[in-house]
């Protein structure tokens, strides 16, 4: 694996602090200094300022209930983060698909980097359900431009929405996760997103868990 894979499921930090830590010399291989990029293995000897890493012996994950205000981040900057609610011992566990801090819902949190990669690579099209909550009723035509795709900075967005209640109110279903993707692509027709909870994330779904609240899956 890549060295800022390893330094990422040895430490918890994210694969960018990673990469900045190995820029800054801060990261050796076998009492060498680590190199961008570089390939290592478990019998590797890998340290992050002067101290050995080693992979954890047993992957984690745990399905949360976020509640909206808290950041998925290490580093709330002066926000809540999800790791205010979970036991030290867990820290060292990554989300997976992030919502944002507006968001709330389904989380999942790993060491599991297999899993990980199984749940966001494009090439697995895991699928994502989302309630949302509109600050007006959203008009026929423009559930029909959304039906059709709707073209962001970042490329088409296609959303499948299914109506709840009054025309506030809907269920939507996607394969992608870009970022703050669903928001942008209201915004796009001038509809602003007020409330948005994840209800599953491919195999996984929330169910009754409580917001706040998490379960050890693995």
């Known amino acids: 694996m890549r060295i800022n ?9 994210s694969r960018r602090a990673a990469d900045r830590a190995i820029a800054d010399g801060r990261v050796y291989a076998n009492d060498k200094i680590a190199t961008m990029g570089q390939l290592v293995n478990e019998v590797d000897v890998i340290k992050l300022d002067g101290l050995k890493l080693a992979l954890p012996d047993k992957t984690t994950t745990i399905i949360m209930n976020k ?9 709330g900057q002066g926000s809540k983060t999800i790791y205010d609610l979970l036991p030290v011992e867990l820290h060292t566990l990554k989300s997976v698909g992030r919502l944002d801090k507006d968001s709330s819902g389904l989380l999942l949190i790993t060491n599991n980097g297999q899993l990980a990669n199984r749940l966001t690579h494009p090439s697995f099209a895991k699928r994502k359900v989302y309630n949302v909550f509109l600050d007006r009723p959203l008009e026929d035509n423009d559930r029909l ?3 059709a795709g709707i073209t962001l900075d970042d490329g088409l967005s296609s959303l499948e929405l299914r109506k ?9 279903s996607m394969t992608e996760g870009r970022n703050r993707q669903i928001r942008r692509t209201f915004a796009k027709l001038r509809y602003s997103v007020l409330k948005l ?5 491919g195999e996984y779904s929330l169910n009754d868990l409580a917001e706040g609240s998490y379960k050890i899956i693995e």
């Open 5 to 13: 894979q390893f330094i990422a499921s040895a430490s918890g930090i």
């Open 67 to 75: 509640p909206a205000g808290f950041v998925c981040s290490r580093d």
């Open 145 to 147: 431009k959304i039906d």
């Open 164 to 172: 709840l209640k009054d025309g506030r109110s809907w269920e939507i």
């Open 197 to 201: 909870k994840r209800l599953s994330f």
